[in-house]
């Protein structure tokens, strides 16, 4: 929009320029030429008189004053031969015969178009009654033809022409640059409800637009913050909602859990163990789904600001609290591409936990016996890339695309599904943090989790 309006102002500009400076420059012109024209035909005029009146002391006057025109102009004389002269006599040609049997002068500028690169005047010299009377009515007696270089009226044309082109580039540049601020003075109302809109898409729902300019935008900036304090209102209720549920739901669903235990422990009937078992993995999944909900709504209200934390600390510890679990299935647990120094990124406190936590549980859930997880941590200028790499069956590029959804649930080698949260969580905390997660293919044919968090300019000790 901003170059919209520029443009236009400075098309308007251009307009008025070509209004007014164009006319004055082809009136200037015109008047060069009439001016040029003019004198040369008072100078041609004045010589004829002295070749029409014909005595000795005209010619002398008349040799004297072609000779200093010469000199003294870009233009030469020729005159026929009734005196003698120094100067040459005239071609034959239309004009001369014209001016020599009809008494008539001719002004030929040698092009249509402006110009050519002579003009040429041709006055009839009319033979005097009585000597130097200043009138000369008799019959033509001669012709006088002044040969005028018109390389000095171009230049001048030029001057005249360039001076206005060069002046329009100026006030053209200078429109340009008012048109532009002027352009971004009128449409910033517009760009800061663009920016506030922008920000809700982001899920900043506390971005407010500055009520200014005009009383279309205020009235749009004021609906706009009204609708965002709104859905702030509704979302946060919402956030609320879902904590305090998922924060009451856990201890029902732990005693819960409890009875059950007890009554799987004082039965002997299979069956019934059996149907407690099944009981039991339900207020199991129950429990993590209530729990993903917990973190996910805890994620969302944004309580923490990053800070720098050491990656490989955070690591190690969360692969020291993974690692009894996976030595039970004889999965081993590996961290590769450790650089020197301790590099630092920015995250929540805790965050980054909650993301190795889930990341790791489902790929110990997906590998095989005996298989293989490696942690990767490799640092890229200003971010840090954290990989986690498992040999389970990986994911079809359908599932990579709904893998972050809400409540879509994979199936890892043992047939349970999961809540469908724990990537949702991740994806979030990440993106909270700054940084972007990936699924990709290992490998070996497993999942490939790529989380680029960004690298802290403070460098680890």
């Known amino acids: ?83 003698d002269t120094h100067m040459p006599s005239p071609k034959q040609d239309a004009a001369l015969t014209k001016a020599l049997e009809t008494g008539e002068s001719t002004t030929d500028w040698g092009s249509p178009f402006i110009w050519g ?21 008799g019959p033509v007696v001669g012709a006088v033809r002044i040969v005028y270089s018109t390389g000095g009226l171009t230049q001048r044309l030029w001057t005249i022409w ?37 920000r809700f898409s982001d899920g900043d729902l506390s971005a407010r637009s500055p009520v200014t300019g005009p ?9 706009l913050n009204q609708a965002g304090e709104r859905l702030d209102t509704l979302i946060a209720s919402q956030r609320i909602f879902v904590a305090d549920a998922s924060h009451q739901l856990r201890t029902p669903l732990t005693a819960l859990r409890l009875s059950l235990d007890n009554i799987a422990d004082g039965v002997d009937d299979d069956f019934v163990k059996e149907d407690v078992e099944q009981a039991t993995a339900e207020v199991v999944r129950m ?13 969302e209200a944004k309580v923490a600001a990053a800070e720098p934390l050491p990656l490989l600390d955070i ?7 993974w690692r009894p679990a ?22 929540s406190p805790g965050h980054l936990d909650q993301v190795l936590d889930n990341v790791l549980s489902n790929a110990l859930e997906v590998s095989p016996d005996g298989g293989t997880i490696t942690v990767q941590v490799e640092p890229r200028g200003d971010e840090v890339v954290l990989s986690v790499l498992d040999e389970g069956p990986g994911m079809s590029d359908t599932d990579k695309s709904r893998a972050f959804d809400r409540f ?3 199936k890892g080698l043992t047939g349970k599904a999961g809540s469908g949260l724990g990537l949702a969580v991740v994806k979030r905390l990440v993106t909270d943090d700054g940084g972007t997660v990936t699924l990709g293919d290992a490998p070996r044919g497993g999942l490939k989790v790529t989380i680029s968090l960004r690298a802290s300019s403070r460098s680890g000790g």
């Open 326 to 347: 996976a030595d039970e299935r004889g999965v081993t647990i590996t961290l590769r591409g450790i650089a020197d120094g301790r590099p630092l990124v920015l995250t």
């Open 215 to 223: 009383q279309e935008t205020q009235t749009l900036a004021r609906t």
């Open 287 to 299: 429990s993590r789904l209530v729990n993903g909900l917990l973190v996910l709504a805890r994620a």
């Open 315 to 321: 690591v190690r510890e969360r692969l020291d609290v």
């Open 117 to 137: 690169p002579e003009l040429k005047i041709t006055v009839p010299a009319h033979e005097s009654k009585r000597d130097l009377d200043g009138r000369n009515r």
């Open 408 to 410: 879509w649930r994979g």
């Open 162 to 198: 360039g001076f206005r082109a060069g002046l329009a580039v100026a006030v053209l540049s200078v429109a340009a640059v008012v048109g532009a601020g002027v352009a971004r003075r009128l449409t910033r109302p517009w760009r800061q409800l663009n920016d506030t809109a922008s």
């Open 1 to 83: 929009m901003i170059r919209q309006l520029t443009r236009s102002y400075v098309a308007l500009v251009a307009g008025a320029i070509a209004l007014f400076t164009v006319p004055v420059a082809f009136t200037l012109t015109d008047q060069l030429r009439d001016d040029t024209a003019a004198s040369v035909r008072r100078e041609a005029d004045t010589m004829a008189l002295l070749l029409g009146n014909g005595n000795t002391p005209s010619c002398a006057a008349l040799d004297e004053m072609g000779l200093a025109y010469a000199g003294q102009t870009p233009g030469n004389v020729e005159v026929t031969e009734r005196c």
